[in-house]
């Protein structure tokens, strides 16, 4: 494409197009940060013709990489077979019914019933929702109270906008829901004291990532979730694991949750289960939660989208789950994880201002520190100058800076060894002319 052509559509996108979660100021003055014309693999490319690693599988979802044939030709096959039908009222088809068995069969314990949405934040919704109905239902109709953790991400839609911890997302509006509590992210006797200082009988669920993502890849103690499930039990508040991005194998299990041996009542999923071919999520509930609605649901279940259950959807994440087993990419996102975290552990011994690494799976985070003493940060801040220099030689990263200052990675479950490490070459690159040029000079 020319460069005239180029200019052109940055121009349309300035005046026509708002981004999500983007700096609509750096959009006005620069355009658009790149604009992508094609994937293959764990790369982009963009119209200028330049190649970048996709380090983020695009937004944690990518895992099977871009460009799969086999991918679009099912989608082709089923678009012309059946795209979308109803499943309101108890219509079904072939794709949904036969995703739902199968995510069932790969999720953990009596996790076994499938509500379909076409992401995460309807998902996390839906499960905000489910469990409120829940109580109804069971004749404690007083338990509607949602407790996350800080640091959390859960979606932008109204529930899981309330339940999301990162603050700035919740103060995008100034009308915050009732009902919704937050508490430290890395203590369960916290959860306990608010549980009770809220009343047991006022609280339906609590909810959490097994590890949180956009939050920085922080991961909990090891004995964190089994405190949390006894805390549930004791006190009936059911407990929502959140495996939007923690799902699918990238953690090297198929849910993350599996790491820390306790099963959820319900349990969240959208991104790896269609590796983002399509928008598709959805909501396991437990056998329990799905008799009990069974024996007590009168008349509809007054909750569903249009989209709950779409045929092409569901036939795409079907042939996604079928390539991650067909490749054993679970198995690969676990090795390869543990060679990230060497190549970390590599980059820390040569960088002073590399504070904590850490890993899990095909999950990482590099934190700066101007002082690893007294976890002083830098000001401006260098991970957002770090991501950007790295675009600028090829990989595409992502920066956390809510409470700490950090690169998160989340590469493709299909990366190779030699692929990672050219995204830790890039990585040190990088770093080595920050650390001329910002950390030594101060510029
Ligand atoms: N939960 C988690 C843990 C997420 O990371 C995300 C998206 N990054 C969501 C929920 C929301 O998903 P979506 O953007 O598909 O609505």
Redesign the pocket.
């Known amino acids: 494409m020319t460069v005239q052509l180029v200019e052109q559509l940055k121009s349309l996108d300035q005046k026509h197009f708002l981004h999500p979660t983007s700096s609509i100021e750096e959009q006005q003055i620069y355009g658009p940060a790149a604009i992508f014309c094609e994937g293959k693999g764990i790369y982009l490319k963009d119209l200028g013709g330049k190649t970048y690693i996709d380090g983020m599988s695009s937004?944690?979802n990518v895992n099977i990489g871009h460009g799969r044939t086999e991918i679009a030709e099912v989608a082709k096959e089923q678009m012309e077979k059946l795209a979308f039908s109803s499943c309101f009222a108890t219509f079904s088809n072939e794709p949904a019914i036969k995703l739902a068995a199968k995510i069932a069969q790969m999720a953990p314990g009596d996790l076994n019933t499938v509500f379909f949405t076409s992401?995460?934040?309807?998902?996390?919704d839906t499960a905000i929702k489910l469990a409120r109905h829940y109580w109804i239902l069971k004749g404690q109709p007083n338990r509607q109270k949602i407790i996350s953790r800080t640091l959390?991400?859960?979606?932008?839609?109204f529930g899981?906008t309330n339940a999301t911890g990162i603050e700035g997302f919740r103060k995008f509006t100034n009308s915050p829901a009732p009902d919704f509590y937050y508490v430290n992210k890395d203590s369960a006797a916290e959860l306990r004291k608010l549980i009770l200082e809220l009343g047991p009988e006022n609280v339906a669920a609590f909810i959490s990532?097994p590890v949180?993502?956009?939050g920085g890849v922080n991961v909990p103690k090891p004995d964190y979730f089994k405190e949390v499930r006894e805390i549930c039990d004791e006190y009936g508040v059911l407990f929502i694991a959140?495996e939007?991005?923690?799902g699918f194998g990238r953690t090297g299990k198929n849910f993350g949750i599996e790491h820390f041996g306790v099963v959820p009542d319900m349990m969240?999923f959208?991104?790896g289960v269609s590796s983002g071919y399509v928008q598709l999520?959805g909501v396991l509930i437990s056998e329990k939660i799905h008799r009990d609605l069974c024996a007590l649901s009168k008349g509809i279940l007054m909750h569903g989208y249009t989209y709950s259950g779409h045929a092409l959807a569901c036939a795409v994440g079907l042939k996604n789950i079928e390539i991650i087993e067909r490749e054993g990419l679970v198995q690969n996102a676990k090795e390869m994880g543990e060679e990230m975290l060497k190549g970390f552990q590599a980059l820390q011994k040569k960088y002073d201002f590399i504070g904590k690494v850490r890993t899990f799976g095909l999950l990482g985070a590099i934190e700066f520190v101007k002082n690893r003493e007294t976890g002083e940060r830098f000001d401006p801040l260098l991970s957002p100058i770090a991501v950007k220099e790295m675009v600028k030689r090829g990989l595409i990263l992502r920066t956390v800076t809510y409470d700490q200052d950090t690169l998160v990675f989340s590469p493709p479950l299909i990366i190779t060894k030699d692929e990672l490490n050219d995204i830790l070459r890039i990585v040190d690159e990088t770093l080595a002319y920050l650390q001329n040029e910002v950390v030594v000079k101060g510029v």
């Not at 959390?152 to 839609?157: K, N, P, R």
């Open positions: 937004l944690w992401g995460g934040s309807e998902s996390n959390s991400y859960h979606g932008v839609a899981s990532e949180q993502g956009a959140d939007v991005i923690t969240t959208a991104k999520g």
